[in-house]
């Protein structure tokens, strides 16, 4: 089989990344992330965005759809799909081998599916014509004309539901050009659960001994409402309920840890999911340098 990509794709804390840039090194590739909110600046230590695992053996291993938009700004799957495609094309046009890296479910399928995405024309008119409807009216609407909804987070909240009529609505389609037709060599990496929500926990103890407050501190002071926090979710939803004195700090930890550990639980359920699309995963031990490796060479290079 014709391989043209290779996905690292696993739960939170397994060490995606590490291993990721590891396999990169040995085999001359680049990364592009596949992870919805380290695209924002400024997003560091609640996005897990550790910079130091592109490192090895002194070399910084190139990454791409990290930073690339502030936390003020729209970031959607249109413009994802967008900006992956560009990523693709220039790593593949160097010889090199693109390694397609991360947990975000919604972006992993929609590369690994081939979706063909919509660009969305905001039509004044039409939005103000569906701010008049209820939740309930809207999401109705959505279902009518997207039986397959990608995102069910998308019912919960108006704004997202009268994006998601418009994209469904509008029939501007993705420039062909920009799109390569995929076939990717996918590797899972997986822990013990248990294993997996120690890891959870102690990551989320350091972060927050190490500046992720602060890091918050600093968004709200740039101008970041906690409305905006809310829908970064998991850390910056949570001290950002903290900081408005909502929560305690013991209740914002416990709180955040339950969240992230049922966040790493529907991770796992969107790659059954896909698998059972028949997108085929091979599931390897977390940190298995030597079993990635050796994929890789049976199957992306026979």
Known sequence: MNYNLITILGPTAVGKTRLASMLAKRFAGEIISADSRQVYCGMDIGTGKDLDDYVVEGEKISHHLINVINPNEEFNLFLFSKLFYQAFNEISSRKKIPFFVGGTGLYLHSVLKNYNLNKVKFDKNRTDELEKYSIEELTNHLKEINSVLHNTTDLLVKERI?????????????????????????????????????????????????????????????????????????????????????????????????????FAKRQMTWYRKMEREGIEIHWIEAQNFNAAEELIMNKYFS
């Open 162 to 262: 009268i994006r998601a009529i418009l994209v469904a609505e509008n029939d501007n389609q993705l420039n062909n050009s920009e799109k390569t037709e995929i076939n990717s060599l996918t590797i899972g990496i997986k822990l013990e659960r248990e294993e997996i929500k120690k890891r959870i926990t102690a990551r989320l103890k350091h972060r927050l001994q190490n500046g992720m407050i602060d890091e918050v501190k600093q968004l709200i002071k740039n101008g970041i409402t906690f409305e905006r926090l809310e829908l970064f979710g998991l850390e910056y939803k949570f001290v950002g309920r903290y900081l408005k004195g909502e929560l305690s700090y013991n209740d914002m930890f416990q709180k955040l840890n339950s969240s992230i550990h049922g």
